[in-house]
T-cell receptor, first 114, second 112 residues
């Protein structure tokens, strides 16, 4: 199993550009989520999905879109990049929503918006 | 609301020292508690977990006991190694459909 994979590893954008961060998992996990990690802020939830065709907003959803057309993939779209979106982005998945289920994280995408 | 508070870092120790990273929580129900570790340049990975009061989670020499009376889940290791240098996150989950709530992380530096 590859686990949770993310591409790209690094990206530099100019303000106003759009892009998609890719996330895929091969563990047949129902639950997938996107976080951003900023210094001193810990991890903040952007969007999450409890299954194909279902998405919902997390703590900081503004400026981001997601879709879940398959169980495996959960891309994160930045509609019009802003410097405030400079961050490290992590995708995570878990088998389900039970309270004892651990989350598996991808290696992250480091995004810089100029 | 539900929250996790962990000691601020960075924590710097010499190799073979005893480690404690404090974590306390506030929760309306009976949460599961987790410690995740993030090594440099990587994503988070589960270190250990406990799902009910008085449970002890353990892995790689690390331990944490779920203390309901003090709402704590402190991480301990008897003898740290340089390879333990990382950021450690305490986390909780209260209800089935709720999200995992993470603390802000504690950076640990181990000196040889």
């Amino acid at each position: 199993n590859a686990g949770v994979t993310q591409t790209p590893k690094f990206q530099v954008l100019k303000t106003g550009q759009s892009m998609t961060l890719q996330c895929a998992q091969d563990m047949n996990h129902e639950y997938m989520s996107w976080y951003r990690q900023d210094p001193g802020m810990g991890l903040r939830l952007i969007h999450y999905s409890v299954g194909a065709g279902i998405t919902d907003q997390g703590e900081v959803p503004n400026g981001y879109n997601v879709s879940r057309s398959t169980t495996e993939d959960f891309p994160l779209r930045l509609l019009s990049a802003a410097p405030s979106q400079t961050s490290v982005y992590f995708c995570a998945s878990s088998k389900g929503t039970a309270i004892y289920n651990e989350q598996f994280f991808g290696p992250g995408t480091r995004l810089t918006v100029l | 609301g539900d929250s996790v508070t962990q000691m601020e870092g960075p924590v710097t120790l010499s190799e073979e020292a005893f480690l404690t990273i404090n974590c306390t929580y506030t929760a309306t129900g009976y949460p599961s508690l987790f410690w995740y570790v993030q090594y440099p340049g990587e994503g988070l990975q589960l270190l250990l977990k406990a799902t009910k009061a008085d449970d002890k989670g353990s892995n790689k020499g690390f331990e944490a006991t779920y203390r309901k009376e003090t709402t704590s889940f402190h991480l301990e290791k008897g003898s740290v190694q340089v390879s333990d240098s990382a950021v450690y996150f305490c986390a909780l989950k209260v209800n089935r459909d709720d999200k995992i709530i993470f603390g802000k992380g504690t950076r640990l530096h181990i000196l040889p």
